[in-house]
């Protein structure tokens, strides 16, 4: 694919870049570096890392079920309420 031409702006305090639609990222968060060129380079990250963690844990059957429980559980948002303390 040949380089694109694309708009940067302001969004805020931040510079924001428009992303084509040809470039989309399948992805809401980015990793973003300048690499020895100085050359700007965006890497998107991984959405569901918990579910690949335990499919690794289920295919090597290395894992305690509590743990895997708890995994799952964070994973679908379950978690029990924490008791604050009131302000």
């Known amino acids: 694919m040949d ?6 702006f302001n969004n805020g305090n931040s510079q ?3 992303i084509p639609a ?4 399948d992805t809401d968060r980015v990793r ?3 690499n020895d060129l100085g050359e ?7 959405t569901d890392r918990g579910a690949a963690l335990l499919d690794a844990l289920r ?3 290395a894992a305690d079920p509590d743990f895997v429980t708890a995994l799952e559980a964070e994973r ?4 029990p309420m924490q008791e604050r303390d009131e302000l």
């Open 3 to 8: 380089p694109l031409t694309t708009r940067v």
């Open 32 to 34: 973003i570096w300048r």
């Open 76 to 79: 679908a948002g379950t978690l």
């Open 16 to 18: 924001a870049v428009r």
């Open 22 to 25: 040809e470039l989309r990222l």
């Open 59 to 61: 295919a090597v059957q």
């Open 40 to 46: 700007l380079v965006l890497q998107p990250m991984r």
